[in-house]
T-cell receptor, first 112, second 117 residues
Framework: GQQLNQSPQSMFIQEGEDVSMNCTSS?????WLWYKQDPGEGPVLLIALYKAGELTSNGRLTAQFGITRKDSFLNISASIPSDVGIYFCAGRKTGTASKLTFGTGTRLQVTL | GAVVSQHPSWVICKSGTSVKIECRSLDFQATTMFWYRQFPKQSLMLMAT?????????EQGVEKDKFLINHASLTLSTLTVTSAHPEDSSFYICSARVSRGRGETQYFGPGTRLLVL
């Protein structure tokens, strides 16, 4: 099935640094969701975006719904060790019976 | 957020046996749930959409007779892997659709790891 392109594939950063990742598609989406998955667990919803251009924050996390509706961005400020994990974007298109298309994932590793 | 549980969290079975996985919405009703599978170091792949009171809809390439889905109540969907084989070993994750004022989202269960020997 289709997957969204996520970049970077992995990141190795130092504690305290800011992190940026993005998700792109050739198709238009009407909803963008960002999830974090820890090893052996299910994804946890971080931020939901429903409108083109929308900028939403959740603590140190900020996500944006791209104007073209074909991309989304997630930023993490002042990273801490517990930010380690895999971040997935997911998009929903109109008329797809609520199905989500997932990104390929960004693996984040944080050093002290 | 909405809470979704799965049971069991892990299961080991012999080849040829059937395994049932339960997905429950704990504090809300879910007319629509989804079943995904995830292989190591890969993303989630949608297997099927589970609709309360009606037949599930399967994604292309997913055998409906192999992966039986039953959504008999507004808080429970089950996935049965029939005649499991080693290639069915994977991480199975369910989610429930939640509609709130601004739009829809999905909340995920903790996953079930299946190992078929």
């Amino acid at each position: 099935g289709q997957q969204l392109n996520q970049s970077p594939q992995s990141m190795f950063i130092q504690e305290g640094e800011d992190v940026s990742m993005n998700c792109t598609s050739s198709s238009i989406f009407n909803t963008w969701l960002w999830y974090k998955q820890d090893p052996g667990e299910g994804p946890v919803l971080l931020i939901a975006l429903y409108k083109a251009g929308e900028l939403t924050s959740n603590g140190r996390l900020t996500a944006q719904f791209g104007i073209t509706r074909k991309d989304s961005f997630l930023n993490i400020s002042a990273s801490i060790p517990s930010d380690v994990g895999i971040y997935f974007c997911a998009g929903r298109k109109t008329g797809t019976a609520s199905k989500l298309t997932f990104g390929t994932g960004t693996r984040l590793q944080v050093t002290l | 957020g909405a809470v979704v549980s799965q049971h069991p969290s892990w299961v080991i079975c012999k080849s040829g046996t059937s395994v049932k996985i339960e997905c429950r919405s704990l504090d809300f009703q879910a007319t629509t749930m989804f079943w995904y599978r995830q292989f190591p170091k890969q993303s989630l792949m949608l297997m099927a959409t589970s609709n309360e009171g009606s037949k599930a809809t399967y994604e292309q390439g997913v055998e409906k007779d192999k992966f039986l889905i039953n959504h008999a109540s507004l808080t429970l969907s089950t996935l049965t892997v029939t005649s499991a084989h080693p290639e069915d070993s994977s991480f199975y994750i369910c989610s429930a659709r939640v509609s709130r004022g601004r739009g829809e989202t999905q909340y995920f269960g903790p996953g079930t790891r299946l190992l078929v020997l």
